[in-house]
């Protein structure tokens, strides 16, 4: 099994001493909004706003908060989410949930720097806001929790470069511009492909909408474009999925290579069928738990997550590996009786890959 590392005890170190020099500090007196109104509270309810609704990735994330909810007790989470990948629909639903007044949101934005203004709008009624999976270009959110997105892609990178022998032309399905998380992993992907293999030739992205029926529509024009393409890179389930059923239509599975990021019930088995080479399951079930405590952390006691961003691990899965326990754990569920509370812990994001190279840690 190769991971992103997640070596967390000295994070929890660090929270557990900043809380206490912030209490030596007087510190209720300056205690955020928050804080201030949960010390007399005995529950609360987190709101948690998915990326798109019905996607296993989202469902698993909110399985793992449910879950550490659940652990921690007195935490009502309430999750909705927009019916495509898109701001004008994401942003009516914060909208609608701020007026309700959750005292915390974790939530995916669904765009980068579209989301901004209506995040702005809830910090500013009084509600903190943690930004998972998804993050904007700010620093107005309490903090992140997310996979590390640009090593993901270095790591599809090195996976579809080996199942292609290290020479061919690759191309990029991707999902849509201004989406942080497969932005990144296109970015990683391309950086390694130009930096560590010189005989692969990258012919660039498309964009499928978060829609598998496109996926598959770009996957087929250009395997008409580009006959002699070798592998394929999906940045995420809906655009793997895609391209894996348009290679099985076109009778071309196994022949041109594809990598998947995500791991939904749909891409394993387009991986135990041959459709595809490679996953890279993220653990949206631990972001999901992380999210809570770092929540519940700051609405007890006011702790602040530090690190601001902080990322949990991805797992390579393999045809040879998939039925490890330690592989299949991480396979996305479509519903909670499925999900095993794993007591995941995050690491610091700028220790996840140090210097800019990959950390897989087997
Ligand atoms: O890949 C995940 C998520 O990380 C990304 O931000 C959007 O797509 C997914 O939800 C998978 O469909």
Known sequence: MTELSRTPARLHRRTILRASVLAGAGFTLFAPLGFRALARQESYTIAFIQGVIGDNFYITMDCGARAKAAEIGNITINTQGPERFDQTLQTPILNAVVQNKPNAIMIAPNDRRGMIAPIQAAIDAGIPVLCVDTTVESDIQLGNVSTDNVEGGRLAARGLAEAIGKKGKVFVVNVKPGISTTDQREEGFAEAIKKEFPDIQYLGQEYCDDDANIAAQITSARLQSDPDLAGIFGTNLFAAQGAAAALRQQGLQG????????????????????????????????????????????????????????????????????????????????????????NATAVPAEEATPSGEATPVA
């Open 255 to 342: 022949k041109v290579k594809l990598v998947g990021f995500d791991a939904g019930p749909t891409q394993v088995q387009d991986l135990r069928s041959g459709a595809t080479d490679l996953l890279i399951a993220q653990h949206p079930g631990d972001i999901g738990e992380v999210a809570v405590q770092l929540l519940d952390d700051y609405l007890k006691n006011g702790t602040k997550p530090n690190p601001k961003n902080q990322v949990t691990g991805a797992t390579i899965v393999t045809r040879d590996n998939i039925d490890d326990p330690d592989v299949k754990r991480y396979l996305y569920v479509s519903e909670c009786s499925a999900y095993e509370l794993t």
